[in-house]
């Protein structure tokens, strides 16, 4: 373990009112960062408040010996899928949009279960998982290279060569193609594949296509593009000033450099259903957020009413429309108590989970994901489990 100066343990001790307990948790962060594979690492330890603990780990580029710090921003994954949580919810409120009616009302292409037509997906189905739509292959036709041309499809292990070179040949479109491509039976990519067997309501199936097609029930719901949306009742009231959607809403000069491993640099990519994994944010940002979820479970916080904030954290499966449910609007509820959400995508892994009867909230991020080595996963859960002092896992 490298040495921790005495006067950098005498800041801590001395800011944010740190206790010995967070103190001993940054000493061994440290350590388990030092004998980890990670590129770069960031964390963060909330109340309803305020920051507790924050601090970053190793390097945003390894090349240009670029420190990682709480200001470096990158893809955080499905993580993304809570802020569609959040925008729904307003949207509801502000009378735009109703949980348990048909998608249909709002789409400008039509969308149904193929195996139960007179079963109508509604926008509370596409908020727990439960519509019958299943990500399948189709789903990768989501990821988009920025410069395909540069991508070396030999350095990939060979189960995932197929997958890359199906990527290069992706171009960048509207999400509403994608979706109709996918979903409509007119669609260039329509299978009944795309559906699983059982009705909408009946049995959790994680989707990340029906969780972005939520985002984009909401866009067309309020006649505002989601990104604006999000902007204007998310982001701007929380300061969340590095947080966007797009490469081009936010400053690349703070972006991290992805990594496979430390010899092994992610090409830059970009979703097509951004909401469901492609929000940039940087651990400063998020953990603005992470308090304001915390308020907001409390009936005390500023971006929705208690109202809205109760069913967002509510277990969805005591619905009479849902039979099987897992978590929450687009939240996952553990047995436990706990509330959050984690994050996987090339280069990526993120986990944000927090505990109301504790009145903690934790946050970690790395630019490093575990695709090739499993190392990378133990890394990240063990540091995951020091950072919250209990024995949570990755799912």
Same mark, same amino acid.
């Given at each position: $373990? *490298?040495?921790? @100066? &005495?006067?950098?343990?005498l ?18 962060? !440290? ?35 670029? +420190?990682?710090?709480?200001?470096t ?22 009378? *735009?949009?109703?949980?348990? @009616? ?14 139960y ?5 509604t ?7 439960t519509?019958g ?11 988009? &290279? ?19 070179e ?6 960048k ?8 491509n996918?979903?409509?039976t ?39 593009? &989601?990104?604006?949306?999000? !902007?204007?009742?998310i ?26 491993? +430390?010899? &092994? ?14 929000l ?8 603005k957020?992470?308090?304001?979820? $915390? ?14 904030? *109760?069913?967002?954290?509510?277990? !969805? ?8 449910? $897992? ?12 509330? #959050? ?5 090339? #280069? ?10 504790k009145?903690? #909230?934790?946050?970690?991020?790395? =630019? ?13 859960? *063990? ?11 990755? =799912?």
């Open positions: $373990m *490298k040495k921790i @100066t &005495f006067l950098f343990i800041f801590l001790a001395c800011s944010c009112g740190v206790d010995d307990e967070i103190l001993h948790t940054h000493i061994e962060l !440290q350590e388990l960062y030092n004998t980890s594979e990670l590129a770069g690492l960031s964390v963060a330890i909330v109340d309803n408040k305020k920051v507790l603990y924050k601090n970053s780990f190793g390097y945003s580029n390894i090349n240009k010996n670029r +420190k990682y710090t709480n200001h921003i990158q893809n955080i994954g499905s993580i993304s899928k809570t802020f569609i949580a959040l925008a729904i919810m307003k949207a509801v409120e502000q009378g *735009k949009l109703d949980l348990d @009616t048909n998608i249909n009302i709002y789409l400008p292409f039509k969308v149904e279960h193929p195996h037509p007179d079963k109508p997906i926008v509370r189905h596409l908020a727990t998982h519509s739509i299943t990500d399948s292959e189709v789903y990768f036709k989501s990821y988009v &290279f920025d410069n395909p041309l540069q991508v070396n499809v030999s350095q990939y292990p060979d189960d995932y060569r197929s997958i890359i199906l990527i290069k040949t992706n171009t479109m509207d999400e509403s193609v994608f979706f109709e996918t979903l409509s007119s669609g260039s990519w329509y299978s009944l594949g795309n559906f699983i067997e059982n009705p909408p309501g009946e049995k959790y199936e994680y989707s990340n296509i029906a969780a972005a097609l939520a985002a984009f029930v909401v866009e067309k719901s309020t006649g505002i593009s &989601f990104e604006n949306y999000t !902007q204007k009742y982001f701007d009231p929380l300061h969340m000033d590095a947080t966007g959607w797009s490469f081009s809403d936010v400053n690349m000069q703070d972006h991290a450099t992805l990594y496979y491993s +430390k010899d &092994f640099e992610v090409s830059r990519y970009s979703l097509i259903t951004k909401a469901d994994g492609g940039i944010t940087s651990t400063s940002d998020f953990a957020y992470l308090i304001e979820m $915390m308020k907001g479970y409390k009936g005390k916080g500023k971006l929705l009413s208690a109202k809205s904030y *109760k069913e967002m954290f509510s277990l !969805q499966s005591k619905h009479d429309e849902i039979n099987e449910a $897992m978590s929450g609007i687009l939240w996952g509820i553990n047995n436990n108590g706990t509330i #959050g959400h984690t994050g996987g995508d090339p #280069g990526i892994l993120t986990i944000c989970m927090f505990d109301p009867i009145n903690r #909230g934790y946050y970690l991020m790395t =630019n490093t994901s575990k695709e090739f080595n499993i190392g990378i996963e133990k890394s990240v859960e *063990k540091i995951w489990n020091t950072l919250t002092s209990e024995n949570h896992h990755l =799912n």
